[in-house]
Every structure is written in structure tokens, then in C-alpha cells.
């Protein structure tokens, strides 16, 4: 009986969701104008829209305060934070851009699910902007962090600890005459 608050807390603890993946987004290539571009951002792998729209012919989602690093041609590295990374999705595939740029790129889908809901999906995309040769190319990859033990493996840690110091209390010692 005594145990059972500290059960029920540790159960509530073993039910919390895991947090998304961090993905790294990698841009390399050139812009509307025909200059060359190299940025990078980094997003959840499943982010929460600030904004977004449904259509059957054309859909999209938009997320707001996203820091992009800008690495110029002449070594210079800039940052901005953009207030309005946009990915869509029509019936010739998707794309991605950000007014601060001016630069929208088309290609790929770069999601799966609604775009209430979107999962980002890893790998190497080439991007268009017109025409039929690609001008840049994107590279989606999961930021590794530390090896770090989900909520529910530790409710299951310290249950097991808990299991084993009430069976050694409770242990009764056998005593030969």
C-alpha cells in the first residue's frame, strides 16, 4: 500500500510521448539569381505549423522563428531568423522557401502525413527552381544527440530498484540451531 503512489507516479512518468528528432537541413547550390548559396537550419522531425492550409491541389504548412545559417562564398557565416519557412505540397510534388530569401525551391516532397501534422523525411533531394536541371541540393539528416534513457526506461529502472530493496527488506534470515 505504501508503494502505491510512488507506482502510480512512475507509470504516469513511463506514458510521457518521447520527444521528435532534431533534423538537419543542408541547402548547397544556387539561388533565383544564379548566385551561389550554402545555408543550413535545423528542425523537429515532426514540428508543430505555425501556420498551415489544406487543399486537395495544393497544401501547405509554415513555421515561424527558424535561425538559418548563412555561409557566404567569402567565408563569411550569417545568421537570420525566419518568420515564415514554407513547405508545400501540390500534384507535381513540393517545395520549400522563405520570403526573407526570396528563394523558393521545388522538387520533392520533403513530408509525409497533413500538413497539420508533418513528418520530415531523411535524405538527399535536388532542388529546382525552373527548367529541368536541378540548381541545388538539399540534405535532410537526424541530429545525434547523447545516449540519453527514455522516461519510461527510467520508471522501469527505478521500479526494478524499488523491487529488489523491498525483497531484500522483507528477506527473513533462517537461523540453525
Do not use: C
Not at 7 to 21: D, G
Amino acid at each position: 500500500m505504501k508503494m502505491m503512489p510512488l507506482a502510480l507516479l512512475l507509470a504516469s512518468v513511463a506514458m510521457a510521448p518521447a520527444q521528435a528528432a532534431l533534423f538537419h537541413f543542408d541547402v548547397a547550390g544556387q539561388n533565383v539569381s544564379g548566385v551561389d548559396v550554402h545555408y543550413s537550419f535545423d528542425l523537429d522531425s515532426n514540428p508543430t505549423p505555425t501556420l498551415f492550409e489544406e487543399d486537395p491541389s495544393y497544401s501547405f504548412f509554415q513555421i515561424d522563428g527558424v535561425s538559418i545559417t548563412n555561409y557566404a562564398a567569402n567565408g563569411a557565416i550569417t545568421s537570420i531568423t525566419a518568420d515564415d519557412l514554407q513547405f508545400f505540397v501540390d500534384v507535381t510534388g513540393g517545395a520549400f522557401g522563405n520570403t526573407s530569401f526570396t528563394n523558393y525551391y521545388f522538387g520533392y516532397q520533403l513530408f509525409s502525413g497533413p500538413v497539420s501534422a508533418p513528418m520530415f523525411e531523411l535524405g538527399s533531394y535536388d532542388l529546382y527552381i525552373s527548367g529541368e536541371a536541378p540548381v541545388a541540393q538539399l540534405t535532410i539528416t537526424a541530429v545525434s544527440a547523447g545516449a540519453v534513457p527514455e522516461p519510461a526506461s527510467w520508471a522501469m529502472m527505478l521500479i526494478g530498484f524499488g523491487a529488489i530493496g523491498s525483497t531484500i527488506r522483507r528477506r527473513q534470515t533462517v537461523r540453525f540451531a
